[in-house]
């Protein structure tokens, strides 16, 4: 078992710990030793074992803090899953009809036939003026 030094509130720790845990060891410590420092700096010096107690009280709250959220946020991302199959479950709306104007066949007939008398009344001009198809 390997032992790692740590460093909480300004004193040093020999701790054992399992092969391979030793970064999780001093990740841990380290969150101690912040919450140790900040006790340092607002009480003065304290006995090894308080410090630790009251160091270990401060992550225990912010660890129920935080416990609490994780919960309140489980219990709305349920909500929103529920919200998200029972859309799913909805059936499928049937498509809207959309109309969309349409030009009256009449008119459409009239434009042609004054197209053709237009091109009828162009060719007879070119016919008297002499002007060839140019096209």
């Known amino acids: 078992m390997p032992e790692v030094k740590i460093s909480i509130g300004g004193r040093e720790f020999e701790v054992a710990c399992q092969s ?53 946020l489980e219990a709305k991302l349920g909500a929103q899953e529920a919200l998200i199959e029972e859309m799913r479950a909805r059936p499928t709306p049937a498509p809207e009809r959309v109309e969309v104007p349409v030009v009256p066949v009449e008119v459409t007939d009239t434009l042609a036939e004054m197209a053709a008398r237009a091109e009828s009344m162009a060719a007879a001009f070119e016919e008297r003026l002499g002007v060839k198809d140019a096209i």
């Open 20 to 72: 391979g845990e030793e970064h999780f060891l001093k990740s841990a410590a380290q969150l101690l030793d912040n919450e140790a420092s900040v006790l340092s700096s607002q009480i003065g010096r304290l006995p090894a074992e308080r410090m630790l107690l009251m160091a270990g009280l401060m992550l225990a709250d912010k660890t129920a803090g935080l416990e609490e959220q994780m919960r309140a």
